[in-house]
């Protein structure tokens, strides 16, 4: 699939595995993504309930699902630019009127400015690039939290043609300390970051803005 565009990918990952490529109920799903999500959303305490969370590159809804089980959002936001993805995620919110999900860019959000308590962005921000936090961080109200994670650079061996497809500005980090710059470069305080467990590790960050 050289030469074929990001959204056109994991359209076509949809049609490659019909029940789902990140479900917990598809035989063939990826649980490490799962996984990451669910662990991204237990690092959050949000207090009082949020009335806002945003899901960035939310694909099928992993992240978005966890979030509205465990912190009761008012409203949620899902953006992902692969339709095939949305149709996947709005399927297991059908009649949930707290939940929107959006076909559009990570960057920018069509967001106002402090309208947001939470961000989250499960396994994707490589995929989205170095502008995404910043982007973030004007969507998040004062106080408000972002968890992302990233892979670790030693683990992640994307394909030649996957790679060309990557955003060129954001590499994934090599240790903790590189995981949190990025936190800290787009103006989060309060930053911590935890690994996941091998053969696929990921960096968990989580940040906030200040009050």
Known sequence: MAGVSLPARFDAAVDAHPAGPYDPDAHDADPHHLAVARRLVAGLSPAPRPELVV???TGTGFAAVAALEALAPRRLVGVDLSP???E???AKTAGDERVEWRVGPAVPLDLPDASADVVLCASALHLVGA???PEWRRVLRPGGQVAFSI???ADFHPSPAFAAALPADLT???DEAGAAHIARAAGFESVRVTTTAPPRRSFLVFGRVPA
């Open 172 to 174: 994934a980090p090599a």
């Open 151 to 153: 892979p670790v650079a």
């Open 88 to 90: 996947k995620a709005a």
């Open 131 to 133: 502008t995404a936090p």
């Open 55 to 57: 899901d960035v590159a």
């Open 84 to 86: 095939r993805m949305i």
